[in-house]
């Protein structure tokens, strides 16, 4: 790690929590220093040190336009010229939620807010609020913010009452969450059986992209569907990763269902902090002032973020999304096949313009399987690769991302660099 870098982060250490302002960034899980961003253009991110590096992690998932798009970055410097927040109605608002609504099949109104996580609690109290009942069903190793109803963890069994996964974190506030395994669906059927007519909601990740790529198995999401509308649950997708990445009309265009409610990030923001919540027009009126569920946020709809919005969905829209998944899936292809020659056990699915490479032997389909990849593998090409300029994200339990501003020679490089790479 070069000098500035790591000045920076032990100055850091004395004024910020761990050095960063969000775990993951702190290097932990891949015995390294994080490095400390000057700037980034296209695909390409720059150090305080000056080394340059291939973008595969794109701010977590929201830069698919990748970095400073010209169009976006204008629309921003616009806004920022009409002044950076009202704490009132703008225009891009209402024209933004009009987009998003376009755009998601099952979204009938939208809510703006200012983050993932504020996204999802919102989505929650709205379901606990129409249905007049208090438990919510969440799977093992999906992340839905950190919101104290979401932090828990496993306990033994098929889908048991959680205990709390951090202190700080009541033992009451998580009572009403229940666990089940991803992609078990037999699970999710006996904790209806148990708990049906006390369920508010399910929350998922249609595609479990925070242990690493975890995709649904046939008939997952039909059976998650098909339960909360037997049981009068409200079904929630968490598309913070996944809507206009898995596809412009999110990960429920791509698999055909029709969720209750939906939430967002920050790639409905072009980046910038924003996120939303939205679904059935029957829902969504429940929330305040239409109706009693209360939310509210001074920075919600603010007219920064709402204007890089409209520009991203903008030019999302005319992005041709079918080639962008082919490149990606041959990108991923060459580096698992490059990374098998070299003897170890390596999956690599992919979905749209993500991927992942788990060092397994077997396919991964649950947060118990991630937990079991060798770790220390991933550790060791983490740290070979971003040696050579090549940003992946710094966790085993994450998504590589493509953005639509990667090029063959930012592929070949990449795949140059794992080819150096040894274990």
Not at 182 to 202: I, M, P, S, T, W
Not at 293 to 300: H, K, P, R
Not at 330 to 353: H, Y
């Amino acid at each position: 790690m070069d000098d500035t870098s790591r000045q920076l982060f032990e100055k850091a250490c004395q004024l910020i929590p761990g050095g960063v302002n969000s775990p993951v960034r702190a290097c932990h899980n891949v015995d390294s220093l994080p490095l400390f961003i000057a700037e980034a253009h296209g695909c390409h991110l720059k150090d305080v040190d000056g080394r340059e590096y291939i973008d595969f992690v794109l701010s977590w998932g929201p830069m698919i336009l990748g970095h400073d798009d010209t169009d976006v970055t204008a629309a921003v410097r616009a806004a920022a010229g009409r002044g950076t927040s009202y704490g009132a109605p703008c225009p891009d608002e209402v024209a933004l939620a009009e987009a998003v609504i376009a755009a998601l099949p099952s979204l009938e109104m939208v809510r703006m807010v200012n983050s993932g996580t504020e996204a999802t609690m919102s989505a929650l109290r709205l379901a606990r609020g129409v249905t007049g009942r208090n438990k919510v069903l969440k799977f093992v190793g999906c992340y839905h913010g950190h919101a104290d109803p979401f932090l828990a963890a496993a306990g033994s069994g098929v889908a048991t009452f959680s205990i709390p996964g951090t202190p700080g974190v009541p033992e009451a506030v998580v009572a009403d969450t229940l666990l089940a395994p991803y992609n078990d669906l037999e699970a999710v059927q006996e904790c209806f059986k148990r708990h049906g007519e006390e369920l508010a909601a399910v929350i998922v990740e249609p595609v479990a992209a925070n242990m690493g790529l975890v995709l649904p198995e046939a008939g997952f999401l039909e059976g998650l569907r098909s339960l909360t509308s037997q049981y009068g649950s409200l079904l929630i997708f968490d598309e913070v990763i996944t809507g206009f990445r898995a596809a412009f009309g999110g990960a429920q265009a791509r698999f055909g269902i029709d969720p209750d409610l939906t939430t967002f990030g920050k790639i409905i923001g072009g980046g910038l902090p924003v996120g939303a919540f939205g679904g059935k027009r029957c829902y969504m009126e429940q929330v305040a002032p239409k109706g009693a569920v209360y939310q509210a946020g001074t920075l919600s709809g603010n007219p920064l973020a709402m204007a890089a919005g409209l520009a991203t969905l903008g030019k999302l829209a005319r992005q041709d999304y079918s080639a962008l998944e082919t490149r990606t899936r041959s990108f991923a292809e060459a580096l698992r096949d490059i990374l098998q020659e070299k003897g170890v056990p390596i999956q690599m699915p992919t979905l749209a313009s993500m991927f992942c490479p788990y060092f397994s032997e077997k396919p991964v389909r649950n947060f118990d399987d991630a937990k079991g990849c060798n770790h220390a593998l991933f550790t060791s090409f983490y740290k070979q690769m971003r040696a050579q300029g090549i940003y992946l994200a710094p966790s085993g339990y994450e998504t590589g991302m493509v953005s639509f501003v990667h090029s063959e020679e930012d592929f070949s490089r990449a795949l140059e660099a794992a080819h150096k790479v040894s274990f």
